[in-house]
């Protein structure tokens, strides 16, 4: 369970009554748009512009279960008609990362949204003050502050079928550090990413949570496409990331694939111990594992040594 009254008391110690005054939020979130899977939830036949089926946590798992977040269904309900996640070359595009549908502009008009995942309204002295909102923002976004968010990714497979999509052939191309964090969050593209085949592309988006509870990952699939592409170079196999703090030359080289952990099976990167601040290591998009913030680009097209 996330950050529960125990923990609340860890967190705040004496402050601990400050959990009475908060809005009912948690820090269960993924990146909306309109060519995701499972946007309208996973009944058949029915949209759900209040559905969360996207946020379910994968911990522990089968990779059957996990993989594509397959454990209810995402993955059988692609984004209707010609629904895209559109990648200019060069460019970047934005996604809103929040707890449901209702929180993002793809419901209601927008009208429950906010700067803020969870479309609460907070003042910005509870970013000035951090230390009294740890508990507040271990809810909201699964991080005692920005600086210690652990970052999120992009992958692309240039596969148009998601069956056809491995842990190989899914590249990480954008990193964005420090997130998650507000709603709306931009990603660079690499200027030099082929085109999709004429199906499109499967592209995912992926988080691993540093603290503040279960130690899960997210694994939410798209339709992508590139547009503006100059490029005709294929990007190299993807290879597992590993844990490089402190020695950046053991970092994996060129094409990685994404942060898989945690789970009954199917994991790619495995840590213990403590990082060079003092804290159990948990594996993040940033530099601890060799994931520079942005686009990656000619790294991608590399092979790996």
Known sequence: MYAGIST????????????????????????????MYCLDGVDPGVVDYNSAAAVTPLYQLTKSDWWFHHINGCDNF?????????????????????????????SYNGSETSDWPDGNTYPEDYVR???????????????????????????????????????????????????PWKRITSYDVPAAMPACPAGGCICAWGWVPNGCGEPNIYHMAYKCRVSGATSTTPLAAAKPPVWCEGNQTACTK?????????????NNVEVDGYDLEGSHKSPPYNMKLGFQDGESGRSNREHNS
Request: aromatic fraction near 12%; charged fraction near 10%; hydrophobic fraction near 45%.
């Open 78 to 106: 692609p984004p209707a008609g010609k629904n895209f996640v559109e990648l200019p070359a060069g460019g970047s595009f934005i996604v809103e990362i929040a707890s449901n549908r209702a929180k993002t502009s793809l």
């Open 254 to 266: 060129g094409a990685k694939q994404m942060i898989y952990w945690n789970q009954n099976d199917g």
């Open 129 to 179: 003050n951090i230390g009294q909102y740890i508990y507040l923002f271990c809810l909201i976004v699964h991080t005692q502050n920005q600086s210690m968010a652990a970052g999120t990714a992009f992958a692309i497979s240039y596969n148009s079928d998601i069956h056809q999509v491995t842990a190989e052939n899914l590249v990480v191309f954008s990193v964005r550090y420090n997130t």
């Open 8 to 35: 609340l008391y860890l967190l705040l110690g004496a402050g601990a009554s400050l959990w009475l005054n908060i809005p009912n939020v948690n820090a269960h979130l993924t990146a909306w748009h309109k060519g």
